[in-house]
T-cell receptor, first 116, second 118 residues
Framework: GENVEQHPSTLSVQEGDSAVIKCTYS??????FPWYKQELGKRPQLIID?????GEKKDQRIAVTLNKTAKHFSLHITETQPEDSAVYFC???????????????FGKGTKLSVKP | GAVVSQHPSWVICKSGTSVKIECRSL??????MFWYRQFPKQSLMLMAT???????TYEQGVEKDKFLINHASLTLSTLTVTSAHPEDSSFYIC?????WGAGANVLTFGAGSRLTVL
């Protein structure tokens, strides 16, 4: 089955710097890659997602890139702010026979700390 | 946007008792709901997939007789931890998906339920 590896497990950056979190997946059939942000004690929130028919997607300070050949995708946060501090999870899923979408398989998470 | 309500947010129970956790989609019909377990500082581990009107699909290693899941309507799924033991103490989170196709995996998460078994 699908396996999603996420690195690094912890990341500390200075406010204003960029942060990059990388994930690799094993199943070449995976076609949907969301990123979730989970603040301490709160629910995961979808911050950005990308489908396999595009290579990059951007939303203000957040961007995600996808390399299907290498089977990896990355989250890029620019001009980081203290409120970006949280745990970030990547995930992957694939389309199943019949057209439905398979379950999301999550990476182990990256704890991002943005120091003021 | 889509909202998922999960209740209770925090529950403490004695060993051997059963606990029910509810997950409701408030403003959309959730054909599929997912139940996760999250240990401290760890990722979300999918326990089971719940489809309205049918039996839940459990992940390998998850005891279906221990974790009873019912998805009786398009807006409600329940997880019952039966005969709870201290090792069942964890953070349980549900999520809901609105349907098939492009929107099928856009998940909305509940706020989670912290279970502590004494």
């Amino acid at each position: 089955g699908e396996n999603v590896e996420q690195h690094p497990s912890t990341l500390s950056v200075q406010e204003g710097d960029s942060a990059v979190i990388k994930c690799t997946y094993s199943d070449s059939a995976s076609n949907y890659f969301p990123w979730y942000k989970q603040e301490l004690g709160k629910r995961p929130q979808l911050i950005i997602d990308i489908r396999s028919n595009v290579g990059e997607k951007k939303d203000q300070r957040i961007a995600v890139t996808l390399n299907k050949t290498a089977k990896h995708f990355s989250l890029h946060i620019t001009e980081t702010q203290p409120e970006d501090s949280a745990v970030y999870f990547c995930a992957a899923s694939k389309r199943l026979y019949g057209g439905s979408q398979g379950n999301l398989i999550f990476g182990k998470g990256t704890k991002l700390s943005v120091k003021p | 946007g889509a909202v998922v309500s999960q209740h209770p947010s925090w529950v403490i129970c004695k060993s051997g008792t059963s606990v029910k956790i509810e997950c409701r989609s408030l403003d959309f019909q959730a054909t599929t709901m997912f139940w996760y377990r999250q240990f401290p500082k760890q990722s979300l581990m999918l326990m089971a997939t719940s489809n309205e009107g049918s039996k839940a699909t459990y992940e390998q290693g998850v005891e279906k007789d221990k974790f009873l899941i019912n998805h009786a309507s398009l807006t409600l799924s329940t997880l019952t931890v039966t005969s709870a033991h201290p090792e069942d103490s964890s953070f349980y989170i549900c999520s809901a998906s609105e349907g098939w196709g492009a929107g099928a995996n856009v998940l909305t998460f509940g706020a989670g339920s912290r279970l502590t078994v004494l």
